[in-house]
């Protein structure tokens, strides 16, 4: 698993909420897998992230990561990209590493 490059750990992110409530936030995201099928599919997600790691309704890079990667982990199969809504713009957060084949 790759991850997107951090600029300043400490940077909001203006990312599509679906949901904002006193104690979280819930971050509109996708995922795209291959199941155990070996079929490519995809999944809309919702990272919930404590408002302790947000700035108002803006959640800390490293907090939004952290959920990102929970999902990853938990994912129904191969997990190939994990994608954020960030200002309007669908933004990739994790990608599988390229497999290296020889022929």
Not at 51 to 60: H, L, M, T, V
Request: aromatic fraction near 4%; include cysteine.
């Amino acid at each position: 698993m790759e991850t997107l490059e951090l600029m300043d750990t400490l940077e909001r992110v203006n990312a599509e909420l679906l949901l904002s409530t006193p104690l979280t936030v819930v971050v509109r995201a996708r995922l795209e897998f291959i199941d155990e099928n070996g079929k490519a599919d995809e999944q809309e997600l919702a990272l919930v992230i404590p408002r302790s790691r947000c700035d108002g309704d803006s959640p800390y890079w490293p907090a939004l990561m952290s959920a990102a990667s929970e999902h990853w982990h938990r994912c129904p199969g191969c997990a190939r990209r994990l994608l954020v809504c960030v200002d309007g713009e669908w933004e990739t957060l994790l990608t599988a590493e390229a497999e290296h084949t020889t022929h």
